[in-house]
């Protein structure tokens, strides 16, 4: 018996492991699919007769469409199941491709940006799935993992891009290549072992002490489509009632009744609104605005890094690239240092995000007065780097503090709030140039410190909601 009991939890264990080693090639394949696509769409827009300010305009579709779906399709993910979720995702997104393969106008080109624009959501969904298989301690080394996977997709993708351009209709077959890319995602996707996964959640924090969840076929009452969202069994703050839709406060997330995919459309919807509801209504305002303020900040040290280059050194658009590349596989490679960072904090990721924030601000005032190109190539090193870790641990508070059973919900809010920065940071970028070629980073290093001081000011009471809470629960015991 022992022996059985011991071979089915093996086979339960690389059955998620292939889950989590496919995830990172969908990752890989998905940016080096998007990566492209994304340097040569300006050129075809314009190629197909549109003026700068409509190229502009259909640019922007795009960037709108994500804004506002992000969250939504985040929160289905919860509702319905990682798997037919993802699914849909590669599909519509593959279909996207397609037809901007096949556009020879601009009306066809806007609406082939209008399926990805909604549906392409699926890396958030592969890190909500990686949540879903993991525990809390083992999260963000699974998570930089992925980014490093995903960041080196981006970095190749260019240029197989380019080379496919300079050839007749290039523009055209990497449109198509793109699109069977997500094909053979989605193929990898509906293969990968969900029945023989157990999902086992080991950490506990402030918004889940939980000890054990699962996935798909593995729960008596759980969707047969992968859904995770509804079948994990954590002490929770919210429980629906038999026959009601409304959560009663407990302690730590929530848990909403379990809606599958064959369940009407309105039902989706109410689980949908209810979740994101609320993440709105949660005391996170803090991580959003963090979020917010270093992505903002971030895309300023970017902004207009080759023209700086040029007026402050000038250095030629090539060695630009070449320096723009290193900072990129610096990035890529940063991802595989989160999880030994994050063992030498002792899995404090509130202090590691802290520090990171504080290395990064560092970093972007340090480019700004850089007065050779040497410390330009220094501080380049290690911003890749901490910027990499950052991103991973505002990550993983995020699910910490909001539950993983919402974590498709908090993903795809964090990226709408991401979204809102690349909004607001070419006006910010643009207004700060009219100064000074290092006005863009002067002015991101002033919203690195602004975030900085919202951590000080809410790190200990983050620290003092925990213990309260566990405290209690001792108590409770």
Not at 12 to 26: D, E
Not at 177 to 194: D, E, K, Q, R
Request: aromatic share 8%.
């Amino acid at each position: 018996m022992n022996d059985h009991k011991f071979s089915t939890l093996l086979q339960k264990t690389r059955g998620r492991i292939s889950i989590i080693q496919c995830i990172y090639v969908v990752g890989f394949m998905d940016l080096f699919g998007v990566s492209m696509i994304i340097p040569l769409l300006s050129h075809h827009v314009k190629a197909l007769g549109a003026s700068p300010t409509v190229a502009g305009i259909v640019g922007s579709t795009y960037g709108i469409l994500q804004l506002f779906s992000s969250t939504v399709v985040g929160s289905w993910s919860d509702v319905v199941g990682r798997r037919y979720s993802l699914l849909t995702c590669l599909l519509l997104s593959a279909l996207g491709y397609g037809l901007l393969g096949m556009s020879s106008s601009i009306t066809l080109f806007v609406l082939a940006r209008i399926p990805v624009g909604l549906f392409k959501h699926s890396l958030s969904i592969c890190r909500a799935l990686l949540s879903d298989l993991v525990s809390e301690s083992e999260r963000p080394l699974v998570m930089g993992h992925f980014n490093a996977a995903s960041s080196v997709g981006f970095i190749l993708g260019p240029v197989v891009g380019g080379y496919l351009t300079e050839h007749e209709g290039g523009f055209y077959t990497s449109s198509f290549t793109c699109a069977a890319i997500f094909l053979i995602n989605a193929g990898l996707v509906w293969m990968l072992p969900w029945s023989e996964t157990l999902i086992q959640r080991n950490g506990t924090n402030s918004s889940n002490n939980t000890s054990r969840g699962c996935h798909d076929n593995n729960c008596n009452k759980s969707a047969p489509n992968g859904s995770h969202a509804n079948s994990h069994h954590p002490p929770l703050a919210a429980e629906t009632e038999p026959g009601s839709e409304a959560p009663v406060k407990r302690r730590g997330g929530f848990r909403w009744r379990e809606v599958s995919l064959h369940q009407p459309a309105w039902r989706q919807l109410s689980s949908v609104g209810s979740k994101i509801h609320t993440v709105a209504t949660s005391d996170m305002w803090d991580l959003f605005l963090v979020r917010l303020l270093m992505g903002i900040a971030i895309m300023l040290y970017y902004s207009n890094f080759s023209l700086a280059m040029e007026e402050r050194f000038e250095l030629k658009p090539k060695v630009t690239g070449y320096l723009i590349s290193y900072s990129s596989t610096l990035g890529a490679l940063g991802g595989f240092l989160v999880g030994p960072v994050t063992q030498l904090y002792g899995n404090d990721i509130s202090a590691l995000l802290l520090h990171s924030t504080v290395l990064t601000s560092s970093l972007i005032f340090l480019y700004a007065a850089a007065p050779s190109l040497w410390q330009v190539l220094l501080t380049s090193t290690f911003f890749a780097l901490s910027t990499s870790i950052g991103r991973t641990c505002i990550t993983d508070l995020e699910l910490q503090r909001g539950g993983v059973q919402r974590s498709g919900t908090l993903i795809g809010a964090g990226q709408s709030v991401t979204a809102v920065g690349r909004v607001l940071a070419p006006l910010l970028s643009g207004l700060a140039q009219e100064f000074s070629p290092c006005g863009p980073p002067s002015l991101g290093v002033v919203l690195a410190l602004v975030a900085v001081c919202v951590l000080l000011i809410r790190i200990p009471k983050w620290d003092s909601r925990g213990k309260t809470k566990i405290v209690k629960h001792e108590h409770s015991e």
